[in-house]
């Protein structure tokens, strides 16, 4: 199979991938499970053909239908949907640094999961402030699954060293965030850094070892800066204004997956 034929299966899948998000994040958000079916994005989704369960379907259909005119739907579901297509693209073009990995199916497998569980985090944390546990929790182990997959593709002495790094990564992660909230807590009187963003760190760690995680993190740190600076001098909102770091930290981590450590740490000895 070519690579424009790969491409465009991984954009249909990251179509539909993109939809169950948006579900997540509607049913996550209103305390629901995935299967409970008190609730949905409108009252007659049961009865709707399924190609337009597909937001960017629907949205099109409403965009050029008049009949269907007077139905709502908000733009961030078809974004969302277009943006985890593009994402799962890029997958198939990731590098990433501590996963002795072989074969592109397998990186591309990988990458694609672990969009899947930082972009409805990314979505909830804009939205809400919030990063729910359970999504947190699930990137932690498989994380550490897909290290220990990977790993024991190798030796078993590097598959267990790759482990133990990963493992260590994640705690660390953890324990480091915890630290800062409750050092700006202290200094500045509320809390910069909530728990939310410690779990988060340490779904990163699970997944790009502490290298990896040392570069999100600053990566992270650097973009958030700056973004807080140009809503200052721009006078979009006061430099002592709380705004979701989840979208900055989950970005980097993906990126650095994407482009592995090594392409990090020569643009930062460049800087």
């Not at 973004?227 to 981590?253: D, M």
Request: glycine share 8%; with cysteine.
């Amino acid at each position: 199979m070519n690579l424009a034929s790969i491409n465009s299966y991984l954009f249909l899948i990251g179509l539909y991938i993109g939809n169950l998000i948006n579900m997540i994040c509607f049913r996550v958000t209103r305390k629901k499970t995935i299967t409970d079916n008190s609730i949905c994005h409108d009252q007659n989704d049961f009865n709707i053909k399924w190609y337009k369960n597909i937001s960017l379907i629907r949205w099109i259909l409403i965009t050029l239908d008049r009949k269907l005119s007077n139905q709502n739907l908000s733009i961030r579901y078809p974004f969302t949907e277009i943006l985890c297509a593009g994402l799962f693209v890029s997958s198939n073009f990731a590098q990433p640094t501590n996963l002795f990995i072989d074969s592109k199916l397998l990186s591309t497998v990988s990458g694609c999961l672990l969009i899947s569980l930082l972009l409805p985090l990314i979505i909830i944390d804009l939205e809400f402030l919030w990063l729910p546990k359970s999504i947190c929790f699930a990137g932690i182990i498989s994380g550490l699954m897909v290290t220990l997959f990977f790993g024991l593709q190798t030796n078993l002495g590097d598959g267990i060293l790759l482990l133990l790094n990963h493992s260590l990564a994640s705690f660390l992660g953890f324990i480091l965030f915890i630290s800062l909230s409750l050092i700006s807590k202290k200094i500045l009187r509320k809390e910069a850094l909530g728990f939310g963003d410690a779990k988060l760190s340490s779904f990163l760690g699970s997944w790009l070892g502490i290298n990896g995680l040392l570069i999100s993190i600053s990566i992270a740190f650097i973009t958030a800066g700056l973004f807080s600076f140009l809503g200052f001098i721009t006078g979009r909102f006061p430099i002592t204004r709380v705004f979701p770091f989840a979208p900055f930290l989950a970005s980097a981590g993906y990126l650095v997956w994407f482009f592995g450590n090594e392409f990090w740490l020569k643009l930062i000895i460049k800087l």
